[in-house]
């Protein structure tokens, strides 16, 4: 009996040896695994003229490691502009295309944003950078009284409309607080408290989307705020400034996949 059940141990621990790890996160709690599809919306490649990487890289992360499959889009237009990322300066004499640029991010597994069909999706994502304001937005140049893209403004509304999720980070909420009523969402603290941490430098845009209307949650980079009425989930990330902390970054974004998951694993 005791050889008996020796062999079984031993064979049971073989076949698990063999299988992909992932399969040890398979019995989670967030969605439906491997039959979740979430859109991805980038806005360009870098931090001051498109979409941030690290925020890129931590969201297409949490989505893999919570089951998700995930389709990446973009619109298919110029760029505002080109920084040069060492200077923070536009570069002179430089144009690129936003989808193009972004496929970088994607492994060149990019798709025109006009060609995103909601109904395909069960929830979508918008990582940060300063893409969202000067590439899907013209809020680097209007403000709160900004134009949102046509087809991200197609995208919310349709994504609103249906009860899907819509996942936000950094400075995102304002596409979606330009275009959806009466959102809670967060951009991180209302007001710089450096330390030496960090710091919180574009409370700024906390003011613009509270002026649109959405009523603005105080939150830790490492949190999300979760609407559930509207079922909007947002995060700062790098709302906040910070040299080498960006595990805080990396849990925060986990938490807004995490809600986003689980509000589609709802339906």
């Not at 080109?82 to 144009?95: I, L, T, Y």
């Not at 809020?139 to 009860?163: L, P, Y």
């Not at 906390?206 to 209307?213: F, L, R, W």
Request: proline share 4%; aromatic share 8%; net charge positive.
């Amino acid at each position: 009996m005791l050889a008996s059940r020796a062999l079984l141990v031993k064979q049971v621990a073989a076949a698990l040896t063999k299988q992909p790890v992932c399969l040890a996160h398979q019995s989670g709690d967030w969605g439906n695994w491997g039959n979740t599809n979430i859109a991805v919306v980038f806005s360009g490649c870098g931090w001051w003229d498109g979409t941030d990487i690290h925020e890129a890289a931590y969201t297409m992360y949490h989505l893999s490691r919570n089951g998700a499959r995930f389709q990446l889009f973009a619109p298919n237009q110029q760029q505002m502009h080109v920084v040069d990322h060492m200077k923070g300066q536009p570069a002179s004499g430089e144009n690129r295309n936003v989808m193009i640029e972004s496929a970088r991010l994607a492994r060149g597994k990019m798709q025109d944003l006009s060609k995103l069909d909601v109904s395909s999706f069960d929830a979508v994502i918008f990582p940060g950078g300063y893409g969202v304001t000067k590439n899907l937005s013209t809020f680097n140049s209007d403000g709160k009284d900004c134009k949102i893209n046509h087809d991200v403004e197609r995208i919310m509304k349709e994504f609103h409309r249906s009860r899907k999720p819509i996942g936000l980070s950094c400075m995102a909420p304002i596409l979606a607080c330009r275009v959806l009523p009466s959102l809670e969402v967060t951009m991180g603290q209302e007001r710089d408290e450096s330390s030496r941490w960090g710091r919180w430098p574009y409370t700024s845009m906390v003011q613009a989307v509270k002026s649109m209307g959405a009523h603005h949650s105080i939150r830790e980079p490492y949190e999300a705020q979760v609407d559930e009425k509207n079922k909007v989930i947002s995060t700062p990330t790098f709302m906040w400034e910070t040299d080498y902390h960006y595990h805080y970054i990396f849990d925060g974004i986990g938490s807004m996949v995490k809600h986003v998951m689980r509000m589609t694993a709802a339906k």
